[in-house]
């Protein structure tokens, strides 16, 4: 990392345990891009979180990591400004969470909320695997390492950016000074995308995604089963805006704000039929994700490119990351973290 690149530095990721759907560009994808530019941004394809609730199933995990490979490079990231880089392919970053790991109570990781749903949406009751459990410490391990201060995420990571404040206040105070920075979330303005189908949330295990390579056909049957108003039951009955998941996509991804809310003032006089509304809501779709499945299209004749993509991105990061955490420093106050407990006793004297 060049020292005269003032620029602030990004860290995010994904767990590659299957393609990125319309969810994940609007709660941090579509930033992602944007970001490139004023940010030294990192992409981090999370194999060894992923690995966490899959370890019976490794194939899916490196199955998945050219793939959402492929859904970066589709939507716009550009290898030569944002470093993509493989998790499992940097040993620093095991190195840390060891060490972070005695910073951090077991009861504290159980109150983790993302972690408590998790357990309950996974059913592991009592059997959590260990590394589940501690993957937010992991995952401290992974922001500290960049020194990252800006993480793009959807909401549901908040969490893990506070445990990893938490650890980053905790190693400063260890070591007398303010060797890691403190990171904040950067969360879209869009909150969290419901399914086509209304539930909550998108997610491939509810079968209610849109994946951004989704098929003219695929996205045609996605917006006819969305979820409108069930008491909208003629064109000119007034109808209900709110929880109309139809307009929530809109918001989401039309890009004319002032007809959408045109369409919705018409909408709640009544008079407007949910077909025309779903129309257009398909129209915005197509225009957005053709280009997406092209240019994924594209990439995939040549996974050889992607390979060196990440190749490259990953030797980047593994030298970023060993900096952070040099143990062949035998500088005491360098501005390196020095892991042996020896050294942290000597530093207090
Ligand atoms: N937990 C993130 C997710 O499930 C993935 C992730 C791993 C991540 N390491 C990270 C995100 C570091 C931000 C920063 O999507």
């Known amino acids: 990392m060049s020292n005269a690149d003032q620029r602030p530095i990004i860290l995010t990721g994904d767990r590659p345990t299957g393609q990125l759907h319309l969810g994940h560009f609007v709660g941090s994808l579509r930033s992602r891009v944007g970001l490139q530019d004023s940010h030294h941004q990192h992409l981090l394809l999370a194999d060894a979180q992923a690995l966490t609730d899959n370890a019976d199933n490794p194939d899916k995990v490196r199955n998945n990591i050219l793939q959402v490979a492929l859904d970066y490079l589709a939507v716009g990231i550009d290898p030569t400004k944002t470093t993509i880089c493989v998790q499992s392919c940097l040993p620093a970053l095991n190195e840390l969470t060891m060490l972070y790991l005695n910073f951090v109570t077991v009861a504290r990781l159980e109150r983790n909320p993302t972690i408590k749903s998790e357990i309950q949406m996974r059913g592991f009751e009592r059997d959590i695997p260990a590394g589940f459990l501690c993957y937010p410490v992991a995952q401290a391990a992974d922001i500290t390492a960049f020194k990252a201060t800006v993480v793009p995420v959807g909401e549901d990571q908040i969490p893990m950016i506070e445990q990893t404040n938490e650890v980053v206040r905790r190693v400063n105070r260890q070591i007398g000074h303010d060797l890691l920075p403190e990171c904040k979330a950067l969360l879209s303005n869009m909150g969290r995308l419901p399914g086509f189908d209304g539930k909550a949330k998108m997610s491939k295990s509810l079968g209610n995604t849109i994946v951004l390579n989704a098929s003219d056909k695929d996205i045609k049957k996605a917006v ?36 959408v809310e045109e369409l919705k003032a018409h909408y709640r006089r ?14 915005v779709l197509k225009e957005l994700i053709t280009p997406i499945r092209e240019r994924r299209a594209e990439l995939e004749k040549d996974p050889d490119y992607i390979m060196d993509v990440l190749k490259q991105g990953t030797e980047k990061c593994r030298n970023i990351t060993q900096q952070t955490l040099d143990r062949k420093s035998t500088r005491l106050n360098s501005s390196h973290l020095v892991i042996s407990y020896a050294v942290f006793c000597l530093k207090k004297k």
């Open 224 to 259: 006819n089963a969305m979820y409108t108003d069930p008491n909208h039951l003629r064109i000119e009955d007034p109808g209900q805006v709110e929880g109309n998941i139809v307009f929530t996509y809109l918001d989401a991804f039309d890009p004319n704000k002032e007809e």
């Open 270 to 283: 009544g008079g407007l039929g949910d077909g025309t509304v779903k129309k257009r809501l398909e129209g």
